[in-house]
């Protein structure tokens, strides 16, 4: 099995560690949701998997038909591995003058397994003028530049920045289908980064979480979400039904009070006069990453 693993890293700058001690493993056949806050290091770990950024400590390594092959400046490894990042095009940035055409052109050729008839296909799909200057496009057109080229990269492993960043509702259910359809006839691994939870939490084998430059969690999206819930009630009711379990964001009104309990293996409520509801992708992220520290 193809497997892209991330051993230890960390990223210093500075002025602050964007990246503490990150060790996780990502699958060949998985859709992965990586959230976190702004800041909180995700586009530095997309950049450090992709060999776009090198780490301050730690190493990527691509395990791949009995090899394992470190990522960085390795050709070999980087032709499974394609990050498609949000665009910079600012009016005084070269890349605002570039036509579509000619960017993609440059993808495929630097994108080993480019499949130029899907991305004919997905110009077409999203009513592309490629003769426009990217720098004229609106930030929706931009998203769909970026969608593009992970979809027609063909990389085993693909990574997307915020891809649907300014696309419309509909235009992002197109895109979620497309994403789908492809992982469907390829096992391709996809790791989609973004703050729209709610419409991609389905797409999520599993989530990861990070917070604060250090890895939260990595778990089966359905799994967390079995695990977490929302407790409501009078609060000395609610401390019974919470007692010895894993607490977050406790909140209180009058005598009532709310929190969010996680549960771990063998773990129940307590027996008490309280309203328990499950909880939502985005609701979870919430009462985790909106702690302090």
Same mark, same amino acid.
């Given at each position: 099995?193809?497997?892209?693993? $991330? ?21 060949? #056949? ?26 301050? #400590? ?23 591995? $394609? ?60 998203? &769909? ?51 729209? &939870? ?10 990861? &979480?990070? @917070? ?15 695990? $977490?819930?929302?407790?409501?009630? @009078? ?30 293996? #063998? ?11 499950? &909880? ?14």
């Amino acid at each position: 099995m193809e497997q892209l693993i $991330c051993e230890n890293i960390s990223k210093n700058y500075k002025s602050k560690d964007a990246l503490q001690d990150v060790s996780l493993t990502l699958e060949k #056949g998985k859709i992965y949701g990586l959230i976190g806050r702004n800041g909180a290091g995700k586009t530095t770990l997309l950049s450090i998997l992709s060999a776009q950024n090198p780490p301050s #400590g730690g190493r990527v390594v691509l395990e791949t038909e009995g090899e394992s092959l470190p990522v960085w400046e390795n050709e070999k490894a980087l032709s499974h591995i $394609c990050f498609s990042r949000e665009l910079n095009v600012g009016k005084n940035t070269s890349l605002s003058a570039i036509k579509i055409k000619d960017y993609l052109r440059t993808a495929s050729v630097y994108l080993p397994y480019w499949d130029q008839r899907m991305a004919d296909e997905l110009i077409r799909k999203f009513h592309l003028d490629v003769k426009q200057k990217i720098g004229r496009l609106s930030k929706g057109m931009v998203s &769909m530049v970026t969608i593009i080229v992970a979809l027609a990269s063909k990389a085993d492993f693909t990574f997307l920045d915020e891809p649907v960043s300014g696309l419309d509702v509909v235009a992002r259910e197109q895109f979620y289908r497309i994403l789908l359809d492809e992982f469907t006839e390829t096992g391709r691994t996809f790791v989609i980064s973004t703050h729209i &939870m709610e419409e991609a939490a389905d797409l999520f084998e599993e989530v990861v &979480m990070i @917070k604060n430059g250090k890895l939260l969690l990595k778990e089966n999206t359905q799994e967390l979400l079995e695990t $977490c819930v929302h407790i409501s009630g @009078k609060a000395e009711e609610v401390d019974r039904a919470a007692e010895g379990l894993e607490k977050h964001q406790e909140e209180r009104l009058g005598r009532s009070k709310s929190l969010m309990v996680r549960l771990k293996k #063998g773990q129940k409520i307590g027996k008490a006069d309280v309203t328990v509801q499950p &909880m939502s992708l985005e609701k979870v992220f919430v009462a985790l990453c909106g702690e302090e520290e």
